[in-house]
């Protein structure tokens, strides 16, 4: 729907202002030269963690609270949808 898609965006777009696709192509760098450290794929693996929990409360921060339930529908929604799909 169009308030889904809207959250959806609302959610990429503190990616953006976190500036995590400069962060997410430098750790897709060191990785590709150091494909065989486990370190580096855990800090890895933290690291994206952190920036969709982060770019989710910040999200989070700028809808009013009725809005709250939408955005974790929306998301929940979307996971599910790529649990399908996925081969």
């Known amino acids: 729907s169009r308030e889904q898609m809207r959250l959806v965006l ?7 202002n976190c500036h995590d696709p400069w962060l997410q192509g430098i750790m897709t760098t060191a990785l590709s030269f150091y494909f065989w450290n486990p370190i580096l794929w855990a800090a890895y693996y933290f690291t994206r ?32 949808r790529l649990k399908k799909e996925a081969p």
């Open 10 to 16: 609302l959610h990429e777009w503190e990616h953006v």
């Open 49 to 80: 963690r952190d920036m969709e929990l982060a770019c989710d409360e910040a999200a989070l921060n700028t809808l009013s609270p009725e809005e709250h339930a939408a955005y974790g529908q929306t998301i929940l929604s979307a996971v599910s």
